[in-house]
């Protein structure tokens, strides 16, 4: 298989299909106009600045077009960038599409779905299955393409829903170990708690965030969205407020964007398996591009840290 | 009329009816049982102690019992109690009822409605409009009953529907002198951001928090709440999205409770009315208890500040 | 009307007499000397570089001077600027005065000064009235000219005035709501709280911090200032105090610059006030700026919040 | 086997041994002495009032005594407490010795012990698996009887056994999910973090803060003695390092007493671990003296929560 | 000499003169008056009660009141006590005066100006001395007989002047170290930093907060006033400035009550060695109270630390 | 003697042998390469570029090489640069050698040792002294030659001596007026507490953060070696644990590293000689670049604050 964009080194020369995501026009010191853009495909993104550009181009290189590039890959600044010798537009005729080229997760829709269900049909309180069975069919087809987050850790296609799994996993372990801990609402929890991201974010290419989700947030938005759930499905009673409750708290403090932290034993489980899940992946993707006995770039959710990779594996 | 139980001075004899609002056992250090109770009229509570009880007056002198109770006002660390002398249960021939006894409105439902419902009337949008008359109807008799909190201010029989009222008048003349202020949201906003109370309070009198009340918080069973009404009313549209964001972010700060900062005008001014509102009547009543040239107690809500009455009215 | 620079398009010509607000040499990374420069009018400031400058330009281009110009607008990451085609002074025959090209209240000082007066004649306590008269009288040429800040809100020619008149409406109708509120304080709170800015910054154009500014800040240069007043009119009593207390606790908070935090409920109010009006502006200066269903860009003054602009209005 | 002092209920009458956990001499508001004691057996332990002591009973009554007592459970401001009828100190012939009768691991120490040993067996990496061993063996009699803590969580005989063997488990079971840990590292981090507690707590029973705990606290005790080890072991390289990284950072931030924030991944993952345990512990210990529908005791060590137990189970 | 209250030990009787600081009427849970008195000598002070009361007693045993009591020294919850076996008003034959049972600064008033004045002399900067020397003399005798607070530290009689002859031998070997410190500033930063006091405080005994106090604050007094003493002085230039500026920043933050953080080299060293001054006569007085090998009382304006007394001396 | 490159006025040209400290490749933004040289002397640093960099350069222009440097100093954004006409690496038989290139301490290591074993020999406490000793033994070199720190203050060759030195002067003095501090204790804290700064660091020039310095940092690994010393010694006594403990606690706060706060007064007092020392060094070097009646740049280790040099001197 061809190596990815971001697996090149300094040096290597580059001819290759890839997506451009991001296009920003810009003016040198000198008054001339160029274009900054952000190059992608399914093994992450690389800059590359385009000179001397003229008014036409600005149309020809907008974001989510798929370009043919020839180039070097240099370093500036620390960071490797694409030094553009050819550029142009994919030709029809090249049946390039657009999910060849971004990032997802290793593993298709069926199989996420498959593993999510496992989990689901493990569950014995009724309500709590019922409840959660139906959302997750209401927006099958957005949960299991949709990405988690528009960066950092699962911003990819399916990211969403390879989170839940791993999640589902770290869950099932901690209640095996803790076992007064009730599983249906930890399962159920796991599976709920970033559905509403789905309406938070714009879709799962050039994810960004809707005015839905700016004024509301995905987490506000599935408090709701589990009581339509309950009406269409007649369901009253306690379940339905701890289902609420855990996707309401799941950030953890007020300060994240929990308006009440965890009050149930299961929702402070939940919120520490999602950091978990979360820093697990961000961690890794970190200490791949850092050499051992080195310190990773800093990682601004993680408290601006640079983390070491020890030269001991 | 005569004067209520909080408007006695020290020394002063007392012989009335009056409702136990709290009532805690306890034993003295020398191992004799004694009952804390705090008393109430119209007028506000004072504590009270019935020593040397016996197991019997738990029930006899529990919480919500009316009681006739003859004794003393004097003087404890600073604060005034009642010395009981004399105590019986009020007899059914005395007809006695509570809502004799507990503080509310100085307005009657009716005069509360009509106020609101002259700013409803006052709008122009109609899916806003629509919209915070239905849930104003769907909840009325609870919104005009409610208080607005178990303490601190508007913590009385129709203390919401005062504090609405109060704020209603402060946003019209906020929109009077900033017209690019939409009018219709800010009062929208104003009548439905605390109805969610009537969720998280137990109710009118002998006020506590639900257990819903405690896992979602008013703010967030308001937000499911225009949802739903937006959906029986079928509306769609920015204004639902709008509203629910007025109510979710009217706290000001996630420390605050809200997921979301103000991020539309007419939410960042909400946020300073209701705060105007609540303050004014904190000092109002803290001030009340204060003589001219001194300080009140110090205001655990008002950043425990304590606040001087000048000389200079 | 001729338009504003601030109110042309991208790719409008201009040719225009302009002020220069800010000048600065710079050398780009090739080592040509240019020069940036901040270029306004009654409208606001735009940017602009000058490619290539000579030694002799920097005086010729130098902060206040009013310069004739010819250019276009253009976008440079998101902002509008000015490319240059020919500049030059203005020359004396053409008598543009740096007055006509800054921006400033649509009030006159006459207006301003008019409606203040109706406030402060509307006053009984005659020990308040006798020293905002005072000092109003003392500083009025400044308090009628200065901005009320360099930046972010009242940011122009008597925008100190505009503000003080703004918050007296407010303070009129909370006030009228309030009733306990003691409306001389309140008034004269809010007509003194700023009069410091006089001392601390340097003037109506061009404005920057002064050295005493910046080593005692406005609160304490005006507490000073009522002493003074107090002194200069033999007034002695509790309503000096008071007067200082409102002017030091009006930012309201340690951290915000008031050694103490208010401590009467009409300085309570004033700092809300002060809030409400300052904020309204920035608001609704950043919105203007704004297409409907978009967000603003970030607010530093406003915790970098993004406000969004509904698309009902 | 017998209901222990914490099971019994408001009314039931007592006849038992009890150890003397703390002994305090106070004095009543009209001047009599008094003694208050905190009786203790495996179960917990209870508060009682001794009256009209004389001065020959301090001595007689004082820390680790064990007692006869006879009297009634009743309950006091919500707790429980003992009303002592009769009390007398436990007679040589009675046989009774302390370890009876304060709270212990479930496990032997044996059993503790082997557990531990199969994770270490595990390691790999000979220098990770030598100083783990070499510390174990060190202070293993300490380390198999210590509490982990003086109150909270594992407060009791064998309680920091306890604790790493059941972070162990969850250890074991997170590295199953994300592979790319180093097993060795996150199992020798485990089992060494908490070991300073042997030089910080003064022992097994009657647990207080030693003077070498409070002035350096166990995270640096243990750092100093990983490198002693070391030393002893003649191992140099990374791994001693790496393992004092580990316990050096285990709290997670400076705040809470780690001068360095993890810098490596096993780091992180042990400060999770870590608290995952301890949290499971105190909700469950809270939760069990809570009724279904209702809520827990303000939990100081989580942020002063009170946690929900769902009539749902 | 004989042996002051606060040096007695439990056990010993008591026959004494002492000052009533404090005096406070209560109720048993009982119900039985009685009133809880703070008795001092030049030592300190210590509590003691006094047990049914009549009403004629509060009048007789108010504060500031000299009597003789006799007595117990006992311990209750860790703290001395006076146990009161009789007590009787001084009689004006036994020629008992205040100043005799207050502690106090142990130079004479003379030695403390004399001190002071010394560094006075050895100012060069004109202008500083003078209005240095002026505000010395405006008000002497104040100054040299308050103290420097209410509690914590320097809370006795000339406390204030203590304080600062401490500081200004601290601040003049500071000097002698970093010679480019400007040692008139800071010698006359120290001497007027706190003069503040002798209007924000009540006076030498019995000493509370005044509302100017309360209101503004000793630094905002002390701005005006150096302000005041430049005017009657005709002295205008940077050293007014700088002198204000001195003061207004000493407590190092807004925070801690200071508007302005310190700007001026001297005024930074000034926030210093006010600290250290503070924090060593805390330290001192609690290792005093406390045995080699043990740690003091919570230190609540040390942060609520307890200080360790080692054994090595 | 010559002028140092940084006491240069723009416009004038300079000829000399500087050291490159560090060198960055770039590219501009016309795709040309050019290097960012950061240029020293002993009287500091200095920016320079080279446009037009071919691959060769690189390696020529290497961070620590020797270059024979041609220029003029102009004026970049109000920093001085040095614009480069000539360059070329310094040939062997000029017989430059780095340690005249950069700056140092005025003392050589012989008087600065001098200077801290006068204050070694001055203790009494033979424990105490032996320790101290015995370290400043084994690291004499790297404690006699590296600096305190990379950047804001001693960070320069023989700075760590320089600012033991400094703080022993002070400490003394502190001693000479509180009388009651442990001068042992305090001298030997001062000269052990940044000695972990010999491991933490990389050496005396071009220094940054050892692999060991970011993981366990200079404070803990400088307890541990406190600890050694004490056994190689054989000295067992609280004399180690108070060392350790001063040491641990000289930041003062955990939220600046430091795993306890200060719990012993001369810890206490050793955290503000630490503090005035380095801030008084940061002070002087901004002021020094500042002009009378100016105000420094934002010095970010002072909470960002400017300072202003006053007129008055």
Same mark, same amino acid.
């Given at each position: 298989?061809?190596?990815? +964009?971001?697996?090149?080194?300094?040096?290597?020369?580059?001819?290759?299909?890839?997506?451009?995501?991001?296009?920003?026009?810009?003016?040198?010191?000198?008054?001339?106009?160029?274009? !900054?853009?952000?190059?992608?495909?399914?093994?992450?993104?690389?800059?590359?600045?385009?000179?001397?550009?003229?008014?036409?181009?600005?149309?020809?290189?907008?974001? &989510?077009? $798929?370009?043919?590039?020839?180039?070097? $890959?240099?370093?500036?600044?620390?960071?490797?960038?694409?030094? =553009?010798?050819? *550029?142009?537009?994919?030709?029809?005729?090249?049946?390039?599409?657009?999910?060849?080229?971004?990032? !997802?997760?290793?593993? !298709?829709?069926?199989?996420? @779905?498959?593993? =999510?269900? %496992?989990?689901?049909? /493990?569950?014995?309180?009724?309500? *709590?299955?019922?409840?959660?069975?139906?959302?997750?069919?209401?927006?099958? &087809?957005? $949960?299991?393409?949709?990405?988690?987050? #528009?960066?950092?850790?699962? /911003?990819?296609?399916?990211?969403?829903?390879?989170?839940?799994?791993?999640?589902?996993?770290?869950?099932?372990? +901690?209640?095996?170990?803790?076992?007064?801990?009730?599983?249906?609402?930890?399962?159920?929890?796991? +599976?709920?708690?970033?559905?509403?991201?789905?309406?938070?974010?714009?879709?799962?290419?050039?994810?960004?965030?809707?005015?839905?989700?700016?004024?509301?947030?995905?987490?506000? *938005?599935?408090?709701?969205? +589990?009581?339509?759930?309950?009406?269409? @499905? !007649?369901?009253?009673?306690?379940?339905?407020?701890?289902?609420?409750?855990?996707?309401?708290?799941?950030?953890? %403090?007020?300060?994240?964007?929990?308006?009440?932290?965890?009050? =149930?034993?299961?929702?402070?489980? @939940?919120?520490?398996?999602?950091? =978990? /899940?979360? %820093?697990?992946?961000?961690?890794?993707?970190?200490?791949?591009? #850092?050499?051992?006995?080195?310190?990773?770039?800093?990682?601004?959710?993680?408290?601006?840290?640079?983390?070491?990779?020890?030269?001991?594996?």
């Amino acid at each position: 298989m061809t190596k990815g +964009i971001t697996q090149r080194a300094v040096g290597e020369t580059v001819d290759t299909f890839l997506l451009i995501k991001q296009s920003t026009k810009g003016v040198t010191t000198t008054g001339n106009p160029f274009m !900054s853009l952000v190059l992608q495909d399914k093994s992450g993104d690389i800059e590359a600045k385009l000179w001397d550009t003229k008014d036409e181009h600005e149309a020809m290189y907008a974001a &989510e077009t $798929i370009v043919r590039v020839g180039g070097e $890959i240099h370093n500036y600044r620390g960071k490797n960038q694409l030094r =553009i010798k050819s *550029i142009r537009p994919a030709k029809p005729e090249e049946k390039k599409s657009i999910s060849d080229l971004v990032p !997802s997760s290793e593993k !298709s829709t069926d199989e996420l @779905l498959e593993e =999510i269900l %496992k989990y689901l049909f /493990d569950m014995q309180n009724p309500q *709590i299955q019922r409840i959660t069975r139906h959302l997750l069919k209401k927006y099958q &087809e957005r $949960i299991l393409t949709f990405p988690a987050a #528009t960066r950092n850790h699962h /911003d990819y296609v399916s990211g969403l829903a390879d989170h839940v799994v791993s999640m589902l996993k770290l869950g099932k372990s +901690i209640c095996d170990i803790y076992p007064s801990l009730n599983k249906d609402l930890l399962y159920s929890g796991i +599976i709920l708690h970033d559905i509403g991201k789905v309406f938070e974010l714009s879709g799962p290419i050039s994810t960004s965030y809707t005015v839905e989700g700016n004024l509301l947030g995905h987490i506000s *938005i599935m408090v709701t969205e +589990i009581s339509k759930a309950a009406e269409e @499905l !007649s369901i009253e009673g306690e379940e339905v407020l701890l289902l609420q409750h855990m996707v309401l708290s799941h950030h953890g %403090k007020e300060e994240w964007g929990s308006p009440k932290k965890p009050m =149930i034993k299961e929702a402070e489980i @939940l919120h520490y398996i999602d950091n =978990i /899940d979360a %820093k697990m992946m961000m961690l890794d993707r970190a200490l791949e591009k #850092t050499k051992p006995g080195e310190f990773t770039e800093r990682l601004f959710p993680l408290d601006n840290r640079s983390f070491y990779k020890p030269n001991v594996q």
